[in-house]
């Protein structure tokens, strides 16, 4: 599987606050300093994600910097995230910016679910790394959360008593109060990290930055083209999955569907590869499981295996078996 890239210019928000704050920026002094990419056609520099999530998640659990992740993120600056942060910030409205950001967010974060799930009265913008292994992620969803809730505070700064602060993780994993930190309610073990509000605040003005012109929003739109015809199919089949998981959108008609090919077309693409669907689907599906047993400890192999599209737990519990070479409830007592 190939590396995960961030947009630098998050790293680079992390070290000036932290200074402004007489915080120790070393940590992000290191992670800046290493040799940054240009991607395929990006205009940006990145940085390893992994590298950063981890950065984040040490920064920000430690006990000088309580609540530190969350005000980081409430006071970055987006601009900085190059044409996309303009997009977004150009944006007459909340909802515009929501779409956009939902839109253009592959540019700035590989490897990443974002979403905007509108119900008439609630609206769900939803934070999800779709790497497994890239965990401990809470901290890291904390200040990508406060960036995101920046935006609802600018354009509807009376909402905030109504809104919902959802964590993937367990609440006995987070092992804090972050209601203090976030001044609002949380809801923990949640599908997704992410922020529920009030639907109707989408139609509030937020101009954070005079309106962008076509020709930028049409050289991003060109600029992700670029990038999914550079991923392999295997990887957009991963992605496509780890996505699909947890709203139980897995099987290989929808996938296939969600990237634009037909059944035969995606298993031809695959073969070409040297890689199958099902073996796919599978190590998703048992690297997902090792994730669950991280941020929910007490859910229960029933609930799990459902979760992941197994009909029946013992046939889940044979499939991790074969994967882990242990049962899953020998797994979970190890970790």
């Known amino acids: 599987m190939e590396h995960a890239f961030v947009n630098a210019s998050a790293a680079s ?8 704050r007489g915080i120790n920026t070393q940590d992000f002094d290191s992670l800046l300093r290493k040799p940054t990419l240009s991607g395929n056609n990006f205009d940006q520099q990145l940085i390893d994600l992994k590298e950063f999530v981890a950065t984040v998640e040490k920064t920000g659990s430690v006990k000088s910097g309580g609540g530190i992740s969350w005000s980081v993120g409430l006071a970055s600056n987006y601009a900085k995230r190059g044409k996309v942060g303009q997009a977004i910030l150009g944006s007459k409205t909340l909802g515009t910016a929501f779409n956009r ?69 367990d609440k006995n994993v987070v092992k804090k109060d972050l209601t203090n930190e976030v001044c609002a ?64 959108h897995v099987t290989q008609d929808h996938v296939a569907k969600t990237l634009g090919l037909s059944r ?47 009909s029946e737990h013992s046939t889940f519990s044979r499939a991790f078996m074969r994967w882990a070479g242990i049962a899953p409830q020998q797994f979970r007592k190890l970790h």
Do not use: H
């Open 101 to 169: 950001l939902v839109k253009f967010y592959p540019l700035i974060q590989d490897r990443t679910d974002v979403s905007l799930e509108m119900g008439e009265d609630f609206t769900t913008l939803g934070y999800r790394i779709l790497d497994p292994d890239i965990w401990p992620r809470t901290e890291d969803a904390l200040y990508t959360l406060g960036v995101f809730s920046s935006f609802i505070k600018t354009a509807a700064p009376t909402a905030w008593e109504t809104v919902d602060i959802l964590i993937e993780a």
């Open 185 to 248: 309610n949380v809801v923990y073990e949640a599908e997704t990290n992410g922020i529920r509000f009030p639907t109707k605040i989408l139609s509030n003005p937020i101009g954070l930055l005079p309106p962008v012109e076509n020709d930028i929003l049409n050289y991003l739109n060109r600029l992700l083209v670029e990038k999914r015809r550079y991923l392999p199919v295997s990887e957009k089949t991963r992605q496509a999955i780890f996505q699909g998981l947890s709203r139980g």
């Open 13 to 20: 928000d992390w070290r000036n606050i932290l200074a402004e």
């Open 264 to 310: 035969r077309t995606l298993r031809r693409k695959l073969a070409a590869e040297e890689v199958s669907y099902q073996a796919i689907l599978d190590e998703c599906r048992m690297r997902a499981a090792s994730l669950e047993f991280k941020i929910s400890p007490n859910q229960s192999l029933s609930e799990m295996a459902l979760k992941l599209g197994y």
